[in-house]
């Protein structure tokens, strides 16, 4: 499978304790956008990063959340200290800038987070 | 920052008839238009896009158009079949940031 893969695709923890999950991007894709959807919800922009740089960091994301792309390659998305209210399904996706190219943005299958 | 805003929330259209879905957006500077379509349990799928040069764009039985002027865009599905149900977003980039719509719950009646 060559698109974005995530991992785990589900995850249930304890509140309080501390969660990571993995986006593979798309192997040439140099965009990857980290998304928060809750039920019946549009995908909420957390984050994004063009190669290894984070350049945008959205406000629903407090510091509990950290989010890291080390080599421009495979992200990670942390939350600290999780709460009942970070439970929702975490996309990442992927795209190129190069217009020409196309600048469709393809997600992952999602990690769905349960905090109990 | 870009708002996008989707309606209706739900549709429910009867097989073979055509679906229309609506969009606006708030910022001018936001060049690109793509839908996905989401079925249940599964990953946001890219099913067509638009850029802001283009006024129109079809493939197959889905089109979209754009009014840039209006900021609003559509998706069209013409000759509805049952698996086109599912749950359809607008959304809008802005440079590198891609703004979602909250969604349309699509269900074709048989």
């Known amino acids: 499978d060559t698109g974005v893969s995530q991992d785990p695709r589900h995850k249930i923890t304890k509140r309080g304790q501390n969660v990571t999950f993995r986006c593979d991007p798309i192997?040439?894709?140099?965009?990857l956008y980290w998304y928060r959807q809750t039920l019946g919800q549009g995908p909420e922009f957390l984050t994004y990063f063009q190669n290894e740089a984070q350049l945008e960091k959205s406000r629903l994301l407090s510091d509990r959340f950290s989010a890291e792309r080390p080599k421009g390659s495979f992200s990670t998305l942390e939350i600290q200290r999780t709460e009942q209210g970070d439970s929702a399904m975490y996309l990442c996706?992927?795209?190129?800038?190069?217009?020409?190219?196309?600048?469709?943005?393809?997600f992952g299958q999602g990690t769905r987070l349960t905090v109990v | 920052g870009e708002n996008v805003e989707q309606h209706p929330s739900t549709l429910s259209v009867q097989e073979g008839d055509s679906a229309v879905i609506k969009c606006t957006y708030s910022?001018?500077?936001?060049?690109?238009f793509p839908w996905y379509k989401q079925e249940l349990g599964k990953r946001p799928q890219l099913i067509i896009d638009?850029?802001?040069?283009?006024g129109e764009k079809k493939d197959q039985r889905i089109a979209v158009t754009l009014n840039k002027t209006a900021k609003h865009f559509s998706l069209h599905i013409t000759e509805t079949q049952p698996e086109d149900s599912a749950v359809y977003f607008c959304a809008a980039l802005n440079d590198y940031k891609l703004s979602f719509g909250a969604g349309t719950t699509v269900t074709v009646r048989a």
């Open positions: 192997s040439e894709h140099n965009r």
């Open positions: 638009i850029r802001s040069n283009v």
């Open positions: 910022d001018s500077a936001s060049n690109y």
């Open positions: 996706a992927s795209s190129l800038d190069r217009a020409d190219l196309g600048l469709g943005a393809f």
